[in-house]
């Protein structure tokens, strides 16, 4: 899927407090020894993590830190390793191991998420350790880039280019922009992707001294938790996925849907900020407010804003911050004041910390530092990730063929998000193809009772996204149906949250096809 991180208010914040984003509030995480003289996995199962202090000053102190150390290919766990960056808030009630969380993305590092919106999960402490971890091409862990290559696909998708005059220059710029990805990502990125990020959760399952994986996972990790329970049955213990992921629909369709989804929150969005008639930079008519929107991408993308950062702020980068803050009503005054800042004085700052970030680098395997994660960082590793899970890989004919068509699609499902998402699809041309297991293995698994809770209003991951997964994963699906909006529902709805903690705690599992109303209707 296409969805992006969850976007909780305190760690957004945090990320204002300076441009670099994401990359100034990962840790400092302490080494892990591995032996080196075994030739399978082994060695990789015997780690033990090493919690320390974490060191960056930005981290609270109750937070621990750590790391773990994967083979770069599993069929090969000779040829190189990555180390994955892990963080954990202590059980404070009688321990009983651990619950891994992933915020989602895919794309999202779960060591900065855990860091600032770690109260929402406070109650999880009363029995397990919770753990969050960046997975590999993710924040510090290997991070993959795309350099100028994301540019270059933007340029290439253009309002201003004719698709239908030359769509083989069309051709070469994406897979230009593909080759850039490559050259910047380093060994990391044909190893990237959930199947094998689903291999990295099982060593973490071990290496933090469990015998089963608890998990709850957000928007696209519920795809890694599928996935996990579909190549470890054996190791599943209480498992959560909410906000779920397609296992099925192409890439195409998948974007489609984010787009309109994207759009309905934004027409939210604008008719809130424009009841608001002393700040809203939009303008108080909120049909006007959408199309001074669409009129700000066109010209941002006609005349970009310098930055403090050498590059310059386009359209596409503020749809981009849209496309993050959007997923929580939450973050509409934040994203309110960023806009205004950015109309009235040219100042993008407040916009670019809403998509995280940092600098270049170069990788060896190791932990990156602070200042050497990838501005692009999100954004390269969503893409990376879907391409790699995603086996429908366009063809140049293809392409050339349905650009036109598809481009006017998107366009009719987002004025505002519509080049984005195709953008973000076409990126796949010139990589290899993907693996076909999501769409073929994940289904009948066999594993104790999991919950998968749906919201009816999610933006991101339509409510019968939920069912069909749920049907397809068989017997083992339990479904909470949440009567509410937003995308996911536990940081929304306390009805959630509780029958989420019920569960994990306790065991305790609402009958499938049970419904949370909205918070005004729980009592």
């Not at 310098?306 to 590059?311: A, E, I, K, R």
Request: aromatic share 6%.
């Amino acid at each position: 899927m296409l969805a992006k991180l969850t976007t909780r208010l305190k760690l957004r914040r945090s990320t204002l407090t300076g441009a670099v984003g994401l990359a100034v509030l990962a840790a400092g995480l302490p080494a892990v020894a591995v032996r080196d003289s075994e030739s399978d996995l082994t060695r990789f199962y015997r780690q033990k993590v090493v919690w320390t202090k974490c060191a960056s000053k930005s981290m609270p102190k109750d937070l621990q830190c750590g790391k773990v150390t994967v083979p770069l290919d599993y069929a090969k766990p000779k040829s190189g390793t990555l180390d994955l960056a892990l963080a954990r808030y202590r059980a404070t009630g009688k321990p009983r191991g651990s619950v891994v969380l992933n915020f989602g993305g895919p794309g999202g590092p779960g060591v900065p998420e855990l860091a600032f919106g770690g109260d929402d999960f406070m109650e999880l402490t009363d029995g397990y350790d919770v753990v969050s971890f960046d997975p590999r091409g993710v924040g510090r862990s290997s991070p993959v880039s795309c350099g100028d290559g994301s540019d270059e696909a933007s340029e290439a998708m253009g309002t201003g280019t004719d698709l239908t005059d030359d769509p083989r220059a069309v051709l070469r710029q994406l897979r230009q922009a593909a080759a850039q990805c490559a050259k910047h990502s380093g060994p990391v990125l044909p190893h990237i992707g959930t199947v094998n990020a689903s291999r990295d959760l099982d060593v973490i399952r071990q290496a933090v001294g469990d015998k089963k994986l608890n998990y709850l996972g957000f928007s696209y990790g519920t795809r890694l938790g599928a996935v996990y329970a579909a190549q470890f049955p054996d190791k599943v213990g209480r498992l959560v996925l909410d906000g779920v992921d397609t296992l099925t629909e192409p890439l195409t369709e998948q974007a489609i849907v984010g787009a309109e989804g994207q759009q309905t929150a934004l027409d939210a969005f604008v008719a809130w900020c424009a009841e608001d008639d002393v700040a809203c930079p939009l303008g108080t008519d909120s049909r006007t407010a959408r199309e001074h929107v669409v009129t700000l991408v066109e010209s941002l993308d006609e005349d970009p804003v310098p930055t403090d950062f050498g590059d310059s702020f386009t359209g596409q980068d503020l749809v981009a911050a849209l496309s993050q803050a959007l997923y929580s009503r939450d973050m509409w005054p934040t994203l309110e004041r960023a806009i205004a800042s950015l109309v009235e004085d040219g100042d993008a700052r407040g916009l670019l910390a809403l998509t995280g970030g940092g600098m270049a680098r170069d990788g060896d395997g190791g932990l990156a530092d602070e200042e050497d994660v990838p501005f692009d960082n999100l954004p390269a590793a969503l893409m990376a990730i879907n391409c790699a899970d995603d086996p429908d890989r366009p063809t140049a004919d293809w392409i050339t063929k349905n650009l036109d068509r598809l481009r006017t699609e998107y366009e009719e499902a987002s004025p505002v998000f519509g080049e984005y998402r195709l953008t973000e699809v076409l990126m796949c041309y010139g990589r290899p193809k993907g693996t076909d297991y999501i769409r073929k293995k994940v289904r009948d698994v066999d594993t104790p009772k999991m919950l998968l809770v749906g919201t009816r209003g999610d933006p991101a991951t339509p409510y019968r996204w939920t069912t069909e997964t749920a049907k397809r994963l068989g017997s083992s699906a339990v479904v909470l149906d949440n009567r509410g909006e937003g995308h996911t529902g536990y940081a929304s709805s306390k009805c959630v949250h509780k029958k989420v903690d019920d569960f994990l705690l306790y065991g305790s599992l609402p009958a499938s096809g049970s419904s949370c109303g909205s918070d005004d209707d729980d009592g």
